[in-house]
């Protein structure tokens, strides 16, 4: 009889040599090294981000890839009223969402963490103060993570702490 710790056991090895691949494969691509650059993100989220997203270079415009990523606002419109400030429209891929919200709690944890002020942390700040939602900050905030990653690869730059 197999007992369930060996099967748990196996079952998180396998996971590990997964990631392990994952993280192989991306380092081939010349985003690794890019998106890894940035505070907070590990080489496993930025395996998880070059999946998710592919080829960055293949959208023309960050609304493209915000759209891609299904963080782009619903437009609401109303006879002649058109409210561009509504909520995130969800239609993109939800894994790449959930990526970079995770991203960007790891970027403000270990960035208040370790003292370290970068600009996902000062928007984060900012839309507290504003008194914006947690999730509505962090949604903020991959929405930001999402310009800067664009900007990087499309300029081949590594992140500049200030």
Do not use: W
């Not at 991203?103 to 370790?114: A, E, F, G, K, Q």
């Amino acid at each position: 009889m197999i007992n369930i710790v060996d099967i748990i056991n196996y079952n998180s090895n396998k996971l590990n040599e997964i990631k392990q691949d994952i993280i192989k494969l991306a380092k081939q691509t010349p985003y690794f090294e890019i998106i890894n650059s940035i505070f907070g993100i590990g080489e496993t989220s930025t395996a998880q981000i070059i999946a998710e997203l592919g080829d960055i270079n293949r959208f023309e415009n960050i609304k493209q890839l915000n759209a891609f990523c299904g963080l782009d606002p619903t437009i609401v419109q109303s006879g002649k009223s058109i409210n561009y400030n509504g909520p995130i429209s969800k239609r993109g891929n939800r894994n790449a969402r959930k990526i970079l919200f995770i991203s960007c709690c790891s970027i403000i944890r270990s960035s208040v963490l370790h003292d370290n002020e970068n600009d996902i942390l000062n928007y984060y700040r900012k839309k507290q103060a504003e008194n914006k939602h947690f999730k509505e900050c962090i949604v903020a905030c991959s929405t930001k993570l999402l310009r800067i990653i664009f900007a990087m690869c499309k300029n081949n730059s590594l992140y500049a702490q200030k």
